[in-house]
């Protein structure tokens, strides 16, 4: 479609040009009337001719009246001579001014008009059929490239762009191990030669989103100093079939000749889906891409030094054929940083930037369980874009703790302005989840307490882990169902019936008691894990569950979940009847101040355990 309009654009010009140059000669090229000498001779006795201009044979006579004509004379006579051998008086003539040209050559009547008409045209759809010839000749040559990989290249001599090493990268200690280990090799191959050991072929970065896969592969482009080809899984696959397979061998075949290399695919559950799924059979591009794929890592050579580098989030749909010992032997795991971890990652992100003499890096590090390196980047960027929409030459804390909450929840909605007595709703409500919470075995300290809109929620309680934790006990999860049913008891409780606000918390509180019974073991059916996780290819997105139980079953986990949730809710009715008149005054401090930091909130349940 593009070249078709680019070629009616050229079309459409070449014949303006031709009219443009059709307009400017015209009135050269137009005929002027002819007339016989005698009536010349008859105009200058009438006293109507104003001049006569000769030009060989040809004369030109201009009449008083403005207009012109042309006549012939007789090459050997002269002009007055002729003129008064036919009749023309003396007189008449001495009135009109005469003039004599050079005479025309016989080739400027036709010339001009042969160029015109003739040449320009030519050259015109000449320079039209070549850009046609030039534009089918890149085509084909597309045509013939269509299966080169675009695989963009890091490490090669000359390039321009900064360099990314293991230094930039904090935490992930056991990953670069594991990664330096193959940086070796590439430098130093001969000393695992002479032992007989053999470095993995393919090497999986495995991990959540944004806990660093991508950086690390840059990093071990940096440090290894080799050509390092790096390539996304989706731009393998095409709508053609085979295109894809073709990318694949011309990849290895690149990184072959370019030994020792590195080949770097991002995303590579993109194409390495479990086959068989029923999707286009073996004939699916996907899959013959991955087939390629297989096959080339597996015919790799023992002395060939390339080594293929992976990173995927979804590590349970690739194809077990990619994940056999000969291909991706090595899978390196990558977790969410720890609390060390986070801090350090906040120092690498937060170079460049002014720092006040406030900042407390600890704090922020210990106040962001969960959180990912690529969140810890955005905390820090978010601070700075804080400080500087405040007129700030540093970095305050301040800047820091705010965008924690906005990267976790989202910012402010400060339009989104709750009524008088919506805001003593959720100031209840959030009361309520804090002092179950608090008043509770087994849960985390109050971070802060808000009826501020961020995001999607009205309100927020965050809780602080006081360290990071990767088992949880059944007591535990019991408390943190009870703490998610506290804002919808204190709701019933103060007003006697209950809001949407608790939607989002009774979700939750149903997900964790099922889980309990379904995943966990935690309840009275005993260790048994019911449901099988599946993928949903035809819905494109989520986990479905194939059901391994009966109906009976079934219905005995409805009875579980119930009885969890119940128990969850007199837990905390008995928490807020007891402590009412706390959760009013909570909720009086909360309608005034819309937010309770750590300490206030600390510091109000200190004065009322002394009462």
Not at 108 to 121: C, D, M, N, Q, R
Not at 122 to 130: A, T
Not at 358 to 370: F, M, S, Y
């Amino acid at each position: 479609m593009k070249f078709l309009v680019k070629n009616i654009i050229i079309i459409v010009i070449i014949f303006i040009l031709l009219s443009a140059t059709f307009a400017w000669f015209y009135p050269s090229l137009t005929q002027q009337k002819q007339v016989d000498i005698t009536e010349v001779v008859s105009d200058i006795n009438q006293g109507q001719v104003k001049s006569i201009s000769a030009s060989g044979s040809v004369l030109t006579v201009q009449l008083k009246d403005g207009s012109t004509v042309e006549s012939m004379k007789e090459p050997e006579t002269g002009l007055r001579e002729q003129l008064i051998a036919y009749g023309a008086s003396q007189q008449n003539l001495d009135a009109i001014s005469f003039s004599i040209q050079p005479e025309k050559g016989s080739m400027s009547s036709w010339l001009l008009p042969l160029l015109i008409f003739g040449v320009a045209p030519l050259i015109l759809f000449g320079i039209f059929f070549w850009f046609i010839f030039r534009q089918a000749k890149a085509g084909a040559t597309q045509a013939f490239s269509f299966t080169q990989a675009r695989a963009r290249l890091f490490g090669a001599e000359g390039h321009s762009k900064k360099k990314i090493t293991f230094k930039d990268v904090a935490g992930l200690k056991e990953a670069k191990e594991e990664l330096k280990e193959i940086v070796d090799f590439l430098k130093n191959p001969d000393k695992y030669m002479k032992m007989g050991a053999q470095i993995p072929r393919g090497v999986l970065l495995m991990g959540s989103a944004g806990t660093g896969k991508t950086l690390l592969s840059r990093a071990v482009a940096g440090e290894a100093g080799v050509p390092f080809f790096h390539i996304s899984g989706s731009e393998f696959v095409e709508m053609f079939v085979g295109v894809g397979a073709g990318r694949v061998r011309d990849l290895f075949g690149t990184a072959k000749k370019a030994a020792p290399a590195i080949i770097f695919i991002d995303e590579l559950d993109a194409i390495g889906r479990q086959r068989g799924s029923g999707l286009g059979g073996g004939h699916d591009e996907r899959e013959q891409t991955l087939n390629q794929i297989l096959v080339e890592m597996d015919g790799f050579e023992r002395d060939t030094n390339v080594i293929v580098l992976a990173a995927t989030n979804r590590p349970d749909i690739l194809d077990p054929a990619l994940l056999r010992p000969g291909r991706f032997d090595r899978k390196v795991v990558l977790d969410m940083p720890d609390v060390d971890g986070r801090e350090d990652i906040l120092k690498i992100h937060c170079n460049g930037k002014p720092l006040a003499q406030d900042v407390n890096l600890r704090e922020v590090a210990e106040r962001t369980p969960g959180f990912s390196g690529a969140d810890m980047a955005n905390v820090a960027n978010e601070a700075a874009l804080l400080a500087a929409r405040r007129d700030k030459n540093q970095v305050f804390q301040t800047e820091f703790l705010e965008s924690i909450d906005k990267v976790l929840l989202g910012p402010e909605r400060k339009s989104h302005v709750l009524s008088k007595e919506e805001k003593k709703i959720a100031a209840f409500h959030e009361a309520g989840h804090a002092l179950v919470s608090a008043s509770l075995p087994g849960t985390e300290p109050i971070r802060k307490i808000s009826i501020i809109s961020r995001g999607m929620a009205a309100g927020y309680t965050l809780k602080m882990p006081s360290e990071d934790r990767k088992m949880r006990s059944k007591s535990e999860f019991l408390a943190e169902v009870a703490t998610l049913l506290g804002g919808y008891t204190a709701e019933k409780i103060i007003f006697g019936e209950m809001t949407t606000g608790a939607s989002n918390d009774l979700r939750k509180a149903s997900e964790l008691a099922r889980s309990l019974v379904k995943e966990y073991g935690m309840s009275s059916l005993g260790p048994i894990a019911f449901g099988e996780k599946e993928e949903l290819i035809f819905l494109g997105r989520g986990i479905g569950e194939e059901r391994n139980y009966s109906e009976k079953v079934a219905a005995k986990i409805d009875e579980e979940v119930e009885e969890i949730i119940k128990s969850g809710q007199i837990q905390a009715e008995k928490v807020l009847i007891k402590r009412k008149a706390l959760l009013e005054k909570i909720a009086e401090v909360l309608v005034k101040e819309e937010t309770i930091e750590r300490e206030e909130f600390e510091k109000i349940m200190k004065e009322d355990n002394e009462k």
